[in-house]
């Protein structure tokens, strides 16, 4: 089953989106994957936070994220990988009114499924918290968990790779024609032609489609800003998150990850910190838990594509067969990967989709009416 010259199908973007679909497509398919990139998981993947939380992102994406946790307890054997979750607990804050209504909102929202996060009282969230002050309510989840993004892509790579995948760095697309049954892809200097086109390159994915005459599906870019600060850490210290999304933080050995939860809409592109952002990051956590956080020991941005709605877009346009987008993970792309890739594989493929998530709730023909 050789990819070369002309596969079954065709990834564009070596994130953890195109990882992870190329992978599971490769199973019964001759699968080429496309970087722009002289390196893979360059603006995303390599810049997450990298965490899987219940409670986090849309009802779908809840519901993928869930799916994923047999999945990421299957991956290592089937992968030949250390395990790629860690056990973690989070504790949801609220801190004024706006953090207090949100946070019973969010609550209702989660109410009824498997592993929701449980509120807390002002007393226990401050309990739960070593050195918080201000909290007024709150919610937790030990069945959060920090992740191993890179590990996790890597060993998606090394196993398309054993299953005949082709991958290519520094492949950028430049031309994407309809011909016939096929499609032609030229990348790089090279054309191939395949019958299904996956377009999962993230913040580029919109991009992507308009070269190929697709019709966009509103994909947005965020920046999200993420800085790390030295600290002598409090022993049980949490992930902590305010209910009112304002910032995040998590402990990382000697220091603590912090963010300001920014979602600023950007162009696609190679992202940098603001000053201003790190800056309210610090200064909200150090608020709340007065650990003397002073200093930065590095900072990064990275990318969240949302659709407009905030679902993933999975699957072709009506009059566009075999142009797939594998797009719109915004800030789940880790937690919700294994479960998604198995969802975007059936639908290129055409084959049953099985689980909670159905393959009209990510078509992109649900959003026609926002296009």
């Known amino acids: 089953m050789g990819p070369v010259p002309n596969p079954d199908v065709i990834?564009?973007?070596?994130?953890?989106?195109?990882?992870?679909v190329a992978y599971e497509l490769a199973a019964d398919r001759a699968v080429l994957l496309l970087e722009a990139e002289d390196s893979l998981a360059l603006h995303s993947t390599g810049r997450?936070?990298?965490?899987?939380?219940?409670?986090?992102?849309?009802?779908?994406?809840?519901?993928?994220?869930?799916?994923?946790?047999a999945r990421?307890?299957?991956?290592?054997?089937?992968?030949d990988a250390p395990p790629f979750l860690t056990p973690m607990r989070i504790v949801w804050a609220a801190f004024d009114?706006?953090?207090?209504?949100?946070?019973?909102?969010?609550?209702?929202?989660?109410?009824?499924?498997?592993?929701?996060?449980?509120?807390?009282?002002?007393?226990?969230?401050t309990a739960a918290v070593p050195g918080l002050r201000g909290a007024r309510a709150g919610a937790f989840s030990d069945g959060a968990a920090a992740a191993d993004a890179i590990g996790l892509h890597g060993a998606y790579?090394?196993?398309l790779r054993r299953r005949g995948g082709v991958v290519v760095?520094?492949?950028?697309?430049?031309?994407?024609?309809?011909?016939?049954?096929?499609?032609?892809?030229?990348?790089?200097?090279?054309t191939r032609t395949a019958p299904d086109v996956v377009d999962a390159a993230g913040a580029w994915a919109d991009d992507v489609a308009a070269l190929a005459g697709v019709p966009r599906a509103g994909l947005v870019p965020h920046r999200r800003t993420i800085a790390v600060s030295p600290c002598a850490v409090p022993p049980g210290m949490p992930m902590l998150k305010d209910a009112a999304d304002r910032f995040y933080s998590k402990p990382e050995g000697d220091a603590l990850l912090l963010s300001p939860a920014d979602e600023t809409p950007c162009a696609p592109g190679d992202v940098r910190p603001d000053e201003l952002d790190v800056a309210l990051a610090l200064e909200r956590v150090e608020e709340v838990l007065g650990l003397g956080l002073r200093?930065?020991?590095?900072?990064?941005?990275?990318?969240?594509?949302?659709?407009?709605?905030?679902?993933?877009v999975v699957g072709a346009w009506a009059g566009h067969p075999g142009f797939h987008f594998f797009a719109g993970q915004g800030g789940s792309g880790i937690e919700s990967a294994p479960a998604l890739a198995a969802l975007g594989a059936a639908v290129v493929t055409a084959t049953p989709v099985t689980?909670?998530?159905?393959?009209?709730?990510?078509?992109?023909?649900?959003?026609?009416?926002?296009?």
């Open 11 to 20: 990834v564009i973007g070596g994130g953890i989106a195109g990882a992870s």
């Open 48 to 69: 997450s936070a990298a965490t899987s939380i219940p409670g986090h992102g849309s009802a779908v994406f809840r519901a993928l994220t869930r799916e994923s946790a």
């Open 72 to 79: 990421f307890a299957a991956l290592p054997a089937e992968l």
């Open 97 to 125: 009114d706006d953090g207090e209504r949100l946070l019973e909102r969010d609550l209702a929202e989660w109410a009824g499924e498997p592993d929701a996060p449980r509120p807390l009282t002002a007393a226990e969230t």
């Open 157 to 159: 790579v090394s196993g």
């Open 169 to 190: 760095k520094g492949a950028r697309v430049e031309r994407i024609v309809r011909t016939g049954a096929d499609w032609q892809v030229t990348a790089g200097g090279r």
């Open 295 to 312: 200093s930065i020991r590095t900072s990064w941005a990275g990318l969240r594509t949302f659709a407009p709605d905030r679902d993933p």
């Open 355 to 371: 689980g909670e998530v159905s393959a009209a709730r990510v078509s992109p023909e649900r959003l026609v009416s926002a296009r």
